[in-house]
T-cell receptor, first 114, second 112 residues
Framework: NAGVMQNPRHLVRRRGQEARLRCSPMKGHSHVYWYRQLPEEGLKFMVYLQKENIIDESGMPKERFSAEFPKEGPSILRIQQVVRGDSAAYFC????????????FGDGTRLSIL | SQELEQSPQSLIVQEGKNLTINCTSSKTLYGLYWYKQKYGEGLIFLMMLQKGGEEKSHEKITAKLDEKKQQSSLHITASQPSHAGIYLCGAEGSSGTYKYIFGTGTRLKVLA
């Protein structure tokens, strides 16, 4: 499968635990984006990364959330000390360049907080 | 900030009927992307429109961009049950930006 791969598909955490979401971009894509989809709301941009660099994290909450895209391996979205309001679907997308190219999305990770 | 409004919010049509979904932006459109999402799954890229007046087709789906009206439309001809899902329009906030802004989607159901 040459598409964007996200895992896990579903993740359940208790309040206060950490959540790690992984994303492997499409082959040949070096630009990765994370979006969050809250129930009954649209997709909202969170962060844009290239290999080893965070380009724009303006859509990400200042506390508890972090993202990385290391030289080797998948991009990781990390949420520390999760709260009920973090329950959402988190989507990763990738593209060949950062401008005027379609972003291709993975199937998302559905995060549920107990 | 820019907003995208989609209409209708939901649509139920009989198989074989044509339908149109609209996406209107509160600001100038520089790039407009249409996606389809099935419940519980990811977004499937359908089409990209970048120039005013541009029109693209893929199988029975046609999308147009009206730059002056800051609007795009997605038209499905002779709908089939496989067309069912949520259609989302996404736009670049300003020329070349990577931060897509999405509409809240149009839920389409096609009755066999």
């Amino acid at each position: 499968n040459a598409g964007v791969m996200q895992n896990p598909r579903h993740l359940v955490r208790r309040r206060g635990q950490e959540a790690r979401l992984r994303c492997s971009p499409m082959k040949g894509h070096s630009h990765v984006y994370w979006y969050r989809q809250l129930p009954e709301e649209g997709l909202k941009f969170m962060v844009y990364l290239q290999k080893e660099n965070i380009i724009d994290e303006s859509g990400m909450p200042k506390e508890r959330f972090s993202a990385e895209f290391p030289k080797e391996g998948p991009s990781i979205l990390r949420i520390q000390q999760v709260v009920r309001g973090d329950s959402a679907a988190y989507f990763c997308a990738s593209s060949t360049t950062g401008q005027s190219q379609p972003q291709h999305f993975g199937d998302g990770t559905r995060l549920s907080i107990l | 900030s820019q907003e995208l409004e989609q209409s209708p919010q939901s649509l139920i049509v009989q198989e074989g009927k044509n339908l149109t979904i609209n996406c209107t932006s509160s600001k100038t459109l520089y790039g407009l992307y249409w996606y389809k999402q099935k419940y519980g799954e990811g977004l499937i890229f359908l089409m990209m429109l970048q120039k005013g007046g541009e029109e693209k087709s893929h199988e029975k789906i046609t999308a147009k961009l009206d730059e002056k009206k800051q609007q795009s439309s997605l038209h499905i001809t002779a709908s089939q049950p496989s067309h069912a899902g949520i259609y989302l329009c996404g736009a670049e906030g300003s020329s070349g930006t990577y931060k897509y802004i999405f509409g809240t989607g149009t839920r389409l159901k096609v009755l066999a």
